[in-house]
């Protein structure tokens, strides 16, 4: 269905270099490839074994659909898809989901809330939700532009080293800190908390999203990354070899109150929590430096999807 | 008068919450000490923090009552944490002061009314003339707009760490109140704002900011405000010292805060 036909793709390339700013536009390198094409490459490419059951899947379009351009991002936003247009790419390549939900699809899942959290009697006939004007919104520009987006997720992190973590340690300007031993870890000229959350938030363009547990004037030589969404086990394992450790999203009753903890408990020790989308984005970034290396039919870009919160100051 | 017992504590809790105990919680059980520990004073917190126990025991409580874990994992799986130095120095810290921790979360979220929920709506000022039916937390509140309603909560309930998603300037009515990890669907067509404790930023369903910031996209008004976690389920845990206090008339009773965690960035 969203095959398009050799004249129609030809129109619509010619419609995307004119709006394109220059460097974005797709370039054609010896013919072309299609979106199933490129996932085939990524399989061949990424290192590990493709898992049977995974999120890494397309969510949209056809795989079939020739590719003007890759767009990678940590989260498919509408504003991301739009500015993916603009730059002439049509592979939206997303770390989270697009469709606002685990579940990611086009079909419409059942709503929790006020008096619909209650299962339906079985065999009882699904009622049918209205129209999702967001969700309807979404998947009409999605339509209309022939895009295709692919979610990239659990493979990438499973890759050595973790580009996410890696990402990260490049935005801060710590690649030749790494730890040897130990990939997570970076040891960093001596500075203080403040200092480094400070850096976190110039390096990240973060907004309202960073929350950190620990004293301001602590001293930190050693930091553990911890990008994306992990569990308590992850902080235990790393936070007694360690000053400081950078996350994305940890459950607030895990580690959170284990940092605290141990910092009333006398340990000079500090937690910085940067958010999950934003704590992707250079993991994201890294993967569209990655892409090039065997997609050299068309430009692969990073789009940031930005830090989604804001606060206001008391 | 004879001392008062923690277990003779509990089985007051079990007369009192209005519905049937259930044996299978793992959440609702003893933490550390037992029935058996003489009760000198009760102090209900959100978290059994090394800090909180501390200001209880100051205090003169050594019966704590937490809504959340003692151990950093909902379960308190001891194999998880008791590696780790700062559990043994919690526990010692416990042992010398004749500790107990009995925790209340899921019937305490079971009761009627849900303590948490009631003491959230009165922090945040939300009377209960707004409340569209009795106890579905869903309020239609005179119309303001998100950044001075964000404001106006952050500035009552002392939260350095809010965090708000869409546009400040979008024009919010109807509002959903969620605590803790217990975040409502933001899609639905009857609510303008969801206000709640924690969520993951994604991979749930429909429960996370990335639907608010495409409704913001397409012109639609919608908001998102996280208060964390201890702040949104901390305020609730008033209204159960007091109820625990109407049946334990031979010791104190007080609320110990634990507290936000965190501080900003400027």
């Known amino acids: 269905m969203r095959q398009i036909s050799r004249r129609k793709f030809v129109a619509l390339t010619a419609a995307g270099v004119a709006t394109a700013p220059r460097g974005l536009m797709a370039r054609s390198v010896g013919g072309t490839v299609t979106a199933q094409e490129i996932v085939d490459r990524i399989k061949k490419n990424i290192g590990v074994e493709w898992k049977p059951e995974t999120v890494d899947t397309f969510k949209a379009g056809d795989p079939s659909t020739i590719v003007t351009g890759i767009v990678t991002t940590s989260l498919a936003s509408l504003d991301v898809l739009g500015r993916a247009v603009k730059a002439g790419a049509n592979l939206i390549i997303s770390c989270e989901p697009t469709f606002f939900a685990r579940a990611d699809t086009r079909i419409l899942p059942a709503r929790r809330g006020p008096g619909t959290g209650a299962a339906a009697p079985s065999g009882a006939p699904e009622t049918p939700l209205p129209a999702d004007p967001v969700f309807m919104a979404k998947d009409a520009f999605i339509k209309k532009h022939n895009l295709v987006v692919l979610r990239f997720s659990d493979h990438w992190r499973l890759r050595t080293p973790d580009p996410f973590v890696q990402g990260l340690g490049n935005a801060f300007g710590w690649s030749r800190f790494a730890d040897a031993r130990n990939p997570k870890v970076y040891s960093i000229p001596e500075t203080s908390l403040d200092a480094l959350v400070s850096l976190v938030k110039k390096s990240l363009n973060a907004r309202g999203g960073m929350r950190v547990v620990g004293d301001p004037q602590l001293r930190i030589r050693k930091v553990a990354l911890l990008p994306g969404s992990t569990p308590i086990q992850a902080s235990i394992e790393l936070l007694p070899g360690v000053d400081a450790i950078i996350a994305g999203e940890v459950r607030e009753w895990e580690s959170v109150e284990y940092v605290r903890e141990t910092v009333a408990l006398g340990g000079k020790k500090s937690l910085t929590l940067v958010g999950r989308i934003v704590s992707e984005e250079p993991g994201m970034q890294v993967c569209a430096q990655w892409l090039k290396t065997f997609v050299p039919e068309v430009t692969s870009t990073w789009i940031s999807a930005g830090d989604p919160y804001w606060r206001p100051t008391l | ?266």
Request: with cysteine; glycine share 8%.
């Open chain 2, 1 to 266: 008068m004879s001392a008062l017992a923690a277990g003779e504590v509990v089985a007051r809790i079990k007369a009192n919450v209005g519905i049937p105990w259930r044996d299978t919680t793992y959440r609702d059980t003893f933490k550390f000490g037992g029935p058996d520990t003489v009760v000198k004073g009760i102090a209900t917190t959100m978290f059994c923090s090394y800090d909180a126990i501390g200001r209880a025991v100051e205090a003169g409580c050594n019966m704590l009552v937490p809504h959340e874990d003692t151990y950093w994992n909902d379960r308190d799986d001891l194999s998880i944490v008791s590696g780790d130095p700062s559990y043994k120095l919690k526990v010692d810290f416990m042992k010398e002061h004749d500790i107990v921790i009995f925790r209340m979360h899921d019937h305490m979220h079971a009761q009627k009314p849900d303590f948490i929920y009631v003491g959230l709506a009165r922090a945040l000022g939300l009377e209960s003339k707004y409340e569209t039916a009795p106890q579905s937390h869903h309020f239609t509140l005179p119309e303001t707009t998100l950044g001075e309603m964000a404001a106006t909560f952050q500035k009552r309930l002392g939260d350095k760490a809010l965090r708000v998603v869409g546009d400040p300037k979008a024009k919010m009515s109807r509002l959903q109140l969620g605590v803790g990890y217990a975040t409502p669907s933001i899609d639905n067509p009857d609510v303008d704002v969801v206000l709640s404790g924690e969520q993951q930023e994604s991979d749930g369903s429909f429960d996370s900011p990335a639907y608010v910031l495409d409704a913001m996209t397409v012109g639609i008004p919608k908001g998102w405000i996280m208060l964390g976690h201890n702040v949104s389920e901390e305020q609730g845990m008033l209204e159960m010292a007091q109820w625990i206090k109407s049946f334990t008339p031979e010791v104190p009773v007080q609320l110990v805060r634990s507290g936000e965690p965190f501080w900003v960035p400027k």
